[in-house]
Nanobody, 115 residues
């Protein structure tokens, strides 16, 4: 069983920055990939960014150049650095990790961007 615990959400003004953290109960290197999803009210959950066990990142077009996913294998933690935030980034952000083919989810953290 894998536990993922997110932190770092909050309220920020448009143009501001936040960093989300996701701490895993297993070696982060064993999760392949690890990703951040978000779900806005009335919308489907979407993949925002992902990183492979080897450290290769990928992003949805809407956050490319603004968000950066990274991980610290020593701390078993994945990060999502979010810059130039827009109102449309407002959502609950979920950490996801795939461990031996099974998806595990964190509890979610709210990000609210005000104008």
């Amino acid at each position: 069983q894998v536990q993922l615990v997110e932190s770092g959400g909050g309220l920020v003004q448009a143009g501001g920055s936040l960093r989300l953290s996701c701490a895993a109960s297993v070696s982060i290197f064993s999760l392949n990939p690890t990703g951040w999803y978000r779900q806005a009210p009335g919308k489907q959950r979407e993949l925002v960014a992902a990183i492979t066990s080897g450290g290769r990142p990928s992003y949805v077009d809407s956050v490319q150049g603004r968000f950066t996913i990274s991980k610290d294998n020593a701390k078993d933690t994945v990060y999502l650095e979010m810059n130039s935030l827009k109102r449309e980034d407002t959502a609950v952000y979920y950490c996801n990790g795939v461990w031996y083919g099974i998806h595990y989810w964190g509890q979610g953290t709210q990000v609210t961007v005000s104008s």
